[in-house]
Nanobody, 115 residues
């Protein structure tokens, strides 16, 4: 049984920074990728950033140069450092870990950026 616990969301002013964390409560022995998604009311959930087991990273065009995804394999934790935040970044952010058997999702953490 694996459960993902997210933290680090909150309210910040435009131009500020936040660091999101997502930790797996159970051991994950083999994973394919870890990633972050976000969803705002009335909008589709979109991929923000992903890091593969090999360490390759990919970002949505809207966050390139501002967000950085990283991981700590020993702690089964993935991070999202968000800098230069904009009001359009306001959304619920979800982490995702893909293994050979399943996809695991966090419950989401709210990020609100004021103008």
């Amino acid at each position: 049984q694996v459960q993902l616990v997210e933290s680090g969301g909150g309210l910040v002013q435009a131009g500020g920074s936040l660091r999101l964390s997502c930790a797996a409560s159970g051991s994950i022995f083999r994973f394919n990728a870890m990633g972050w998604y976000r969803q705002a009311p009335g909008k589709q959930r979109e991929l923000v950033a992903v890091i593969t087991v090999g360490g390759s990273t990919n970002y949505a065009d809207s966050v390139k140069g501002r967000f950085t995804i990283s991981r700590d394999n020993a702690k089964n934790t993935v991070y999202l450092q968000m800098n230069s935040l904009k009001p359009e970044d306001t959304a619920v952010y979800y982490c995702r870990i893909t293994t050979i058997a399943d996809d695991y999702w966090g419950q989401g953490t709210q990020v609100t950026v004021s103008s």
